[in-house]
């Protein structure tokens, strides 16, 4: 009994011994950001960990965009009563030069319900709000195709009028994504042009008689 105690003992300071903190921390460690991992907040300050030889800022790569932020506009809403930006706009060109009739679908179909109840489903300012006056809406909004000054308004121009609001249209930043402006104004534009190239036939004949 008293040999099976010892025994016990033993094996017992064994255990102890074996688990304590002894053989995990050495006096010399090789590499020892391998051995010990460190947690690191994404985009913190790091700056203090120079100090211990380590140069990791995680910042992304200089030029690089966050996802959802492709297609970046490169002005910003102007100040009550200033024009600056919203005038400057107008030298921003559209980043989308084609859409696949599936994707113009769809920029149809967004037009339609983020644009069309104030523009009209034909882009002429008789929307449900409208409603050839009778709408709840005190003045009809503007005529996006015959319009002296939508119908030319420049695409970056669009793009400021659409992301900021402008006047009684408000912003439709939180509505729609970049990419999804840029294919609604493309939409618009492709509308104009149509218009435009029917009017002129027309205008030609009337001019013949």
């Keep these: ?123 002429d300012g008789n929307g449900p709000l409208w409603k050839d006056g009778s709408g709840p809406f005190p003045a009809a909004p503007k005529n996006l195709i015959a319009d002296a000054v939508v119908s030319k308004m420049p695409e970056g121009q669009m793009f400021y009028s659409v992301t900021y609001g402008k006047n009684t249209m408000g912003s439709y930043a939180s509505q729609l994504n970049r990419k999804q402006r840029w294919d609604i104004i493309y939409y618009i534009k492709k509308k104009q042009a149509a218009a435009k190239a029917t009017a002129a036939p027309a205008k030609t004949e009337t001019a013949a008689k």
């Design 1 to 123: 009994m008293k040999k099976l105690t010892i025994i016990a003992f033993l094996t017992a300071a064994v255990v102890i011994v074996s688990c304590s903190d002894v053989k995990r921390k050495p006096n010399d460690i090789y590499m020892p950001d391998m051995a010990y991992s460190r947690a690191y907040e994404t985009y913190a300050d790091h700056s203090n960990l120079k100090d211990s030889g380590i140069y990791y800022d995680n910042m992304p790569v200089k030029g690089t965009i966050a996802r959802g932020e492709e297609m970046p506009f490169p002005y910003a809403k102007d100040a009550l009563g200033d024009t600056t930006n919203y005038v400057a706009s107008k030298s921003v060109k559209s980043p989308v030069d084609s859409l696949t009739e599936e994707q113009l679908t769809e920029a149809e179909r967004m037009y339609l319900i983020n644009c069309g109840i104030c523009h009209g489903k034909n882009l």
